[in-house]
């Protein structure tokens, strides 16, 4: 494999920049005739060259050395990212949704913010700001430590967890749909 961009760092000091700029190839990585270039981010380079790359490289790979294009079907897949707003406020995101689902299995609100990331803080944080924006409680706690402690979704919070997660599954469903319907064969 080869680097290969026309805007190095190097080019920006000698003011060199635009279609005038030669192409350089990063030396050490490979060659440059393999085949048809396809993107690549210059995060892929961290920590294998010291230069910076702030525009397009790319990246040339044996298995794109064939004359015949990859299909883009086998390729290409959509994501996502969904949330709930409430009266134009966030609400609740995938994450959220996991989280509130880890209440329900875990029974604790630490436990569910291992599970997703979250320091209990954060956890607490992200409760109190979901409670302010809905307007009621999400969470019903106890205290009492390990033995009497513990925390369950409210009946409101645990109709929103559901209405989420069936959303969610909808929509990507559709846009799957959508997606494959426009795809080039």
């Known amino acids: ?67 015949r294009r990859p299909s883009l079907r086998v390729h290409l897949k959509p994501h996502h990212k969904l949330w709930l707003n409430w009266d134009g406020a966030f609400l609740m995101g995938p994450r959220y949704l996991r989280f509130l689902d880890a209440v329900d ?17 954060t956890c607490l944080n992200r409760i109190r700001e979901m409670e302010r924006v809905l307007g009621a409680k999400v969470l019903a706690t106890t205290r009492g430590g390990a033995r009497r402690g513990g925390a369950r979704v409210t009946p409101e919070a645990r109709r929103l967890v559901t209405l989420f997660a069936r959303w969610k599954r909808e929509a990507v469903r559709l846009s799957d749909v959508a997606f494959r319907k426009i795809l080039p064969r």
């Open 105 to 121: 299995r875990t029974g604790t609100i630490r436990a569910a913010g291992r599970e997703v990331g979250w320091s209990y803080r």
């Open 1 to 67: 494999m080869s680097i290969t961009t026309a805007h190095p760092a190097r080019f920006r000091a000698a003011r060199c920049s635009g279609a005038g700029c030669p192409p350089v190839t990063t030396p050490g990585i490979g060659s440059q005739a393999l085949g048809t270039p396809a993107m690549a981010s210059s995060s892929w380079l961290i920590g294998r060259t010291a230069a910076s790359f702030p525009r397009t490289i790319y990246l040339m790979s044996l298995r794109m050395a064939s004359s």
